[in-house]
């Protein structure tokens, strides 16, 4: 059972970046699959969710017109498209299985992936 986020890295303020995350070990096709992240000194905070079939899909208001999530369960992929990137955006992203939660606490999902490191700097 394993989650593996990649396409982190240092962009410039406006930038983009597409965050994927390759899912093994369970049915990914069944699950609602979540964003999150940790920016430093701050605890977990829920960005966006897709449902199992794409049909349900929502944002946190931070993120809302700039980034957009998606998923290709023939692949086991899930993606964060993100755009107009800011300082603030700073954080390590995680992917994991299921809806928003709050508080998000270790135990909030199942499955974790290692994170991707995003640094929005000029």
């Known amino acids: 059972v394993q989650l593996v986020e990649s396409g982190g890295g240092l962009v410039q303020p406006g930038g983009s970046l597409t965050l994927s995350c390759a899912a093994s070990?369970?049915?990914?096709?069944?699950?609602?699959m979540s964003w999150v992240r940790r920016a430093p000194g701050k605890g977990l905070e829920w960005l966006s969710q897709?449902?199992?079939?794409?049909?349900?899909?929502r944002y946190a208001d931070a993120v809302k017109g700039r980034f957009a999530i998606s998923r290709d369960n023939a692949k086991n992929m899930l993606y964060l498209q993100m755009n107009n990137l800011r300082p603030r955006d700073t954080a390590v992203y995680y992917c994991v299985n299921g809806g928003e939660q709050k508080p998000i606490t270790p135990r909030s999902y199942s499955i974790w992936g290692q994170g991707t490191q995003v640094t929005v700097s000029s």
């Open positions: 897709i449902n199992h079939q794409s049909g349900d899909i």
């Open positions: 070990g369970f049915t990914f096709n069944t699950y609602t």
